[in-house]
């Protein structure tokens, strides 16, 4: 890296960062207006333009340059009706949700429950499965090592042969929780989110005989037209360097998205903010992205990375945050580049925070469109109250994701700790250690966690671009 001809005082810096951070209720302020004033901002809706529209206005406002939207179309989804009725060995109505991507048909077929749903009971079941409705929990296998996400519940039994799935949730609260069911395109069969309750009740009616179930939505599935937000903080001495920090601006179309992940929108904008007063020490360029459609298949990460593909080449690190503002200790997930782990664990010391640190691909978040790209990246959060178990979502795409289960300080916590690392990174004395990675690399990192297979089985391979 070449020498700075002019050292600014990092610490000082810091400390500027930390006291306007520390002392600021914006992020909460503009948590509020996206979740009172403009609603879940899910894709193709009036909320959706209403918060970008905002956040805009809120960019211009905060000093940061080159404020502009990204246009691209895309499949959207919006939501119609959905039941769901038991035909024998009684007749029954059960409450239901459609999830997206599901769109129009009238199944029936008999209950095949799978449990968590493991890759071997699919397997085992494959012959029932087949012509059948399953139904499996939205809890992770307890005995697998890693994430069961629901997309891979929903490809395999796809793959079975299954008519129609239906997503129950494990954590009680009579919560239906949502989710899609394919990444930017329709739903090869029905799919509908039932409460733990209402699977309960189903399975009880189960011991009396076989159930057989009778699945009816209704659904609009069509293209429609989004956009990404792209401001940032120019950097003074290599400004084709880049810094990302991102998060997804999409809540489910049931709630407000508070967590998820309007907590990680307004945590980049505050960091964003925060930068912006001092942009003009920066060395490196700092480009702040809010994503739409994350919640459908990561479309807008997608979509960015695929057209500024040759620009990839020129990014240090992307970090990204999705359902942040816990509050707790900072934890930062290296997306498979080890290499860095060390570099991060420095800067830890240097700012005197604690931080979590490891290394692991996570294909659930809109990093990992990044990291397909041979992009250095990480995913940001902070730890959560103890008592939670792995995997479990919580309040998370389900109706009660709403402002009362945000922290305002979380929110300053987290953004705090974001500009902090984005600051530090930008002043990276040593040389980059981390360099970009071929296709054959990404692959061999999906093949270590057992990811390849399953990105098979949700229909996203190829991997865009590769």
Not at 6 to 27: C, H, M, Q
Not at 91 to 119: M, Q
Request: net charge neutral; proline share 6%.
């Amino acid at each position: 890296m070449a020498q700075r001809k002019v050292v600014p005082d990092l610490a000082a810096l810091d400390r500027e960062v930390i006291g306007d951070v520390w002392t600021s209720d914006e992020a909460y302020r503009n948590l509020v207006y996206l979740c009172d004033e403009c609603g879940s901002r899910f894709g193709g809706t009036e909320s959706e333009r209403e918060a970008v529209d905002y956040l805009l206005a809120k960019m211009n406002e905060y000093g940061l340059e080159n404020v502009h939207t990204e246009e691209f179309e895309y499949t959207g989804w919006a939501r119609g009706t959905a039941k769901l009725q038991a035909t024998s060995p009684e007749r029954r109505e059960f409450p239901c949700i459609a999830l997206p991507y599901c769109g129009t048909a009238t199944i029936e077929g008999k209950l095949v429950f799978l449990g968590s749903g493991n890759p071997e009971v699919y397997a085992d079941k494959a012959a029932e499965i087949k012509g059948n409705i399953v139904m499996v929990t939205t809890e992770s296998p307890p005995d697998m090592k890693r994430v069961m996400h629901r997309m891979e519940k929903f490809g395999r039994a796809v793959a079975a042969g299954a008519v129609a799935f239906i997503w129950m949730r494990d954590e009680p609260g009579l919560l239906e929780e949502t989710g899609s069911l394919r990444f930017n395109a329709e739903a090869d069969i029905p799919g509908i989110g039932v409460s733990k309750e209402t699977g309960a009740a189903i399975l009880r009616l189960a011991e009396k005989g076989p159930v057989k179930l009778k699945v009816t939505t209704k659904n609009k599935v069509e293209r429609m037209t989004s956009s990404t937000i792209v401001p940032e903080a120019p950097g003074q001495e290599s400004p084709r360097r880049l810094l990302f920090a991102g998060g997804h601006l999409d809540g489910h179309d049931i709630a407000p998205g508070a967590m998820d992940n309007g907590s990680g929108t307004v945590i980049v904008l505050e960091a964003a903010r925060a930068l912006a007063r001092i942009k003009d020490k920066l060395p490196h360029t700092v480009r702040f992205v809010i994503f739409p459609l994350e919640e459908i298949g990561l479309i807008g990460s997608e979509e960015y990375v695929h057209a500024h593909r040759r620009e990839m080449r020129n990014v240090q690190f992307m970090v990204n945050l999705d359902a942040a503002g816990a509050g707790g200790e900072p934890v930062l997930l290296v997306q498979g580049w080890k290499e860095l782990l060390p570099v991060f664990k420095g800067m830890a010391k240097q700012m005197k925070q604690p931080w979590q640190l490891r290394s692991n691909l996570n294909p659930y978040s809109d990093q990992f469109n990044f990291a397909a790209a041979g992009v250095p990246s990480g995913f940001m959060s902070s730890t959560r109250p103890a008592g939670r178990k792995p995997g479990e979502r919580g309040w998370g795409h389900t109706a009660a994701d709403t402002l009362d289960k945000v922290s305002p300080r979380g929110l300053q916590m987290d953004a705090l700790n974001l500009a902090r690392l984005l600051l530090y990174m930008s002043f990276q004395e040593q040389d980059w250690p981390a360099s970009h990675k071929g296709k054959a690399e990404i692959k061999k990192l999906l093949e270590a966690q057992d990811l390849w297979e399953v990105l098979g089985f949700e229909k996203r391979l190829p991997l865009r671009g590769w």
